[in-house]
């Protein structure tokens, strides 16, 4: 698949849960690959275990504003996420959905969605905390915004040199989604 011109998304989900840590990523990304992004961070009143979201647009043209009323595609974390997003979803857009923590009953449908246990399948790699990962790793192969490995390689720029040793594990979390998203897209 080739790389989309216009895609954005909004991340969002409980404080803590590295929301912030993939939309930086997702621009970073964005960047490398040529592209033109603005990543918009809000935060809960609360930091940990409050919510957090932020908008990611990347486009091949100057992105005019980083608001984004109805998105072309989501990744909602938790349930009170996807109660607030999941209205605003465009007609026709993609929504990646953590189905650890989120009941299907109530998914919309009608919705194009991809239903993925995150924090399980973060689990399963080493560790609940990159459930991020493979989250975006589902968006990545849902939307084909960017190539993988693109996003992948950003990793070592924007993953902290005290945490570089996680990079690998980070980078196969992403490939895990990636292929979940592949497989339930085709």
Do not use: H
């Not at 790389?3 to 998304?9: G, H, I, K």
């Not at 084909?144 to 196969?172: F, S």
Request: proline share 5%; with cysteine.
């Amino acid at each position: 698949m080739t790389a989309s011109a216009y895609q954005d998304v909004i991340i969002a989900g409980f404080g803590g849960q590295g929301v912030m840590l993939v939309g930086n990523l997702l621009a970073q990304a964005g960047m490398e690959y040529g592209r033109e992004v603005s990543f918009l961070p809000v935060y809960g009143a609360e930091m940990r275990g409050g919510t957090a979201n932020c908008t990611v647009v990347i486009d091949e043209e100057p992105v005019g504003s980083p608001l984004v009323r109805t998105p072309l595609s989501t990744i909602v974390l938790n349930e009170p996420s996807l109660a607030r997003f999941q209205p605003r979803l465009a007609e026709g857009g993609v929504q990646i959905v953590n189905a650890s923590l989120i009941d299907r009953a109530l998914v919309d449908e009608r919705r194009r969605t991809v239903y993925i246990p995150v924090n399980d399948m973060a689990l399963k790699i080493g560790s609940v905390k990159m459930a991020n990962m493979v989250a975006l790793g589902a968006w990545i192969g849902a939307t084909g915004t960017l190539p993988l490995a693109c996003v992948q390689d950003a990793l070592n720029r924007v993953v902290d040199g005290r945490y570089a040793k996680l990079v690998p594990a980070n980078a196969e979390a992403l490939a895990a989604g990636y292929d979940f998203a592949k497989k339930q897209t085709a």
